[in-house]
């Protein structure tokens, strides 16, 4: 059951089975390398068909990329939550090749509301994008449907 088991289990849980059914994110070949509590790190590697007529990373994709480490993030603690809002500032742009990692870390989280703040970079260290999350959570109602509450 949920209340046994520690917050990073749970999270780690909750990753496996929410990676299962995001389609979104497997078909970015993204992968979830860290998880815990309100927190969580995404990796993408910027494809040839990821690219926009300037032949850099479409910022559609680093939204994408940035939104599911938010998701991942905030739905750690099994409780079902969805974005109400976000915001995203480019600040360099992803090439071909690049590995863009987002990391997600929970700000503020109270009763249905939380926001999240996600920074995005390159696999030189540079940031190539800063995403700002508003969160509402769904009270009772779980992410995903664990083992033991099938």
């Not at 070949?29 to 007529?53: K, S």
């Not at 109400?84 to 989280?109: K, M, Y």
């Amino acid at each position: 059951m949920t209340n046994t088991l520690e917050p990073q289990q749970l999270a780690e849980q909750v990753r496996a089975l929410m990676l299962e059914n995001d389609r979104a994110t497997r078909a970015l070949g993204m992968q979830v390398t860290a998880i815990a509590p309100g927190r969580a790190t995404v990796t993408m590697t910027v494809r040839a068909d990821m690219l926009n007529g300037h032949a850099t990373c479409h910022g559609g994709l680093i939204t994408t990329l940035a939104d599911s480490a938010f998701a991942f993030a905030c739905n750690s603690g099994n409780e079902l939550t969805v974005a109400s809002g976000l915001s995203i500032d480019f600040v360099a742009p992803g090439r071909e090749g690049d590995l863009l990692t987002a990391e997600a870390h929970e700000v503020q989280a109270a009763g249905r509301t939380g926001v999240y703040d996600v920074n995005v970079h390159n696999q030189r260290g540079e940031l190539v994008a800063v995403f700002r999350g508003r969160s509402y959570r769904m009270k009772g109602r779980p992410a995903v449907n664990l083992p033991a509450d099938r």
